[in-house]
């Protein structure tokens, strides 16, 4: 039976395609985008995410731990990484909830039940299930065979990407995928790997071949003032947008607050210096795409 690494199941979601949507999460993402908003999904393992604000530091989960890889110091709870095999016990026992197991194996049919909880919705607004990441294609077999089954149960479908994928993987979603979300960083390689660890040789080439398969595709491009910003770049993407026959372009104005998600989880955060995109700068780049003749959205 399929089974995939699930890191959340998001319901009423209005930001990831048409319509209110559920949006399911899988763990794993090839890149290392230096302000990814979803870091409890990059790993492709289960992983403790322990949040200070909520700990009482009553050691309840340093004695429920069978490999003794939890430490209590001075209200403090520490994590061994080498023997911690994440069971769960030590969240399961806590009594504020402070540590949490992210990541659930969970089959096709258990991830089809929870959202078909929503189907009136999807049919009421035209929305439907968004899979989305980390990176869902890192979890291809998974990926193709819940969006055979959500079009199967006649739910519309999307898949959130960054594109960085074997094509033989796309190809193994994309008849059973109704809308790609296609993310852009930026289209200077060496740019792009400096803000996500790897070029966009690939990327760009996929969604070359996904354009000339004629699938309905919405560019999503994050706006990082200093990083990607430069009306010359933009105007680039949107050339590009129009050479492949793409209408939709999603501007999406950076934010910071995903800051604290790093705190909890014992990681850096890479950009704490880049200040959010105005208002004014947002109209700017909307109108300088908008002037190419593609619909352009901020947000979303």
């Known amino acids: 039976m399929q089974t995939g690494?699930?890191?959340?199941?998001?319901?009423?979601?209005?930001?990831?395609?048409?319509?209110?949507?559920?949006?399911?999460?899988?763990?794993?993402?090839?890149?290392?985008?230096?302000?990814?908003?979803?870091?409890?999904?990059?790993g492709f393992e289960q992983q403790l995410r322990w949040q200070r604000e909520k700990c009482i530091a009553c050691g309840i989960c340093v004695v429920s731990c069978p490999n003794k890889a939890l430490r209590l110091d001075t209200s403090c709870v520490s994590i061994d990484d080498i023997l911690c095999i994440r069971c769960g016990k030590c969240a399961e026992a806590c009594p504020t909830l402070a540590l949490e197991l992210l990541g659930k194996s969970m089959t096709v049919a258990e991830v089809l039940a929870q959202v078909k909880k929503d189907a009136l919705f999807y049919e009421s607004s035209g929305g439907g299930v968004t899979i989305s990441g980390g990176e869902p294609l890192a979890q291809a077999e998974f990926t193709a065979a819940l969006l055979q089954a959500l079009k199967g149960e006649?739910?519309?479908?999307?898949?959130?990407?960054?594109?960085?994928?074997?094509?033989?993987?796309?190809?193994?979603?994309?008849?059973?995928?109704d809308l790609f979300l296609y993310d852009i960083k930026h289209l200077d390689p060496e740019k792009h790997q400096q803000l996500t660890g790897m070029d966009n040789a690939l990327i760009l080439a996929n969604l070359r071949r996904l354009a000339e398969r004629g699938a309905e595709i919405w560019l999503r491009m994050p706006i990082l003032p200093g990083l990607n910003d430069a009306p010359q770049h933009i105007a680039a993407v949107g050339d590009l947008a129009r050479q492949l026959g793409i209408k939709e372009v999603y501007l999406l104005p950076y934010h910071n607050l995903a800051m604290g998600k790093y705190e909890k989880l014992g990681l850096t955060y890479k950009l704490p210096d880049v200040a959010e995109p105005t208002e004014q700068h947002m109209e700017e780049l909307r109108q300088l795409l908008a002037n190419k003749g593609l619909n352009i959205h901020i947000g979303g």
């Open 5 to 42: 690494l699930v890191g959340n199941i998001q319901n009423y979601s209005i930001h990831d395609g048409p319509g209110i949507r559920s949006t399911v999460f899988l763990k794993g993402c090839p890149l290392a985008c230096q302000w990814c908003h979803n870091p409890e999904d990059l």
């Open 154 to 177: 006649g739910i519309h479908t999307a898949l959130d990407t960054s594109g960085q994928a074997p094509w033989v993987d796309i190809e193994k979603c994309a008849g059973f995928t």
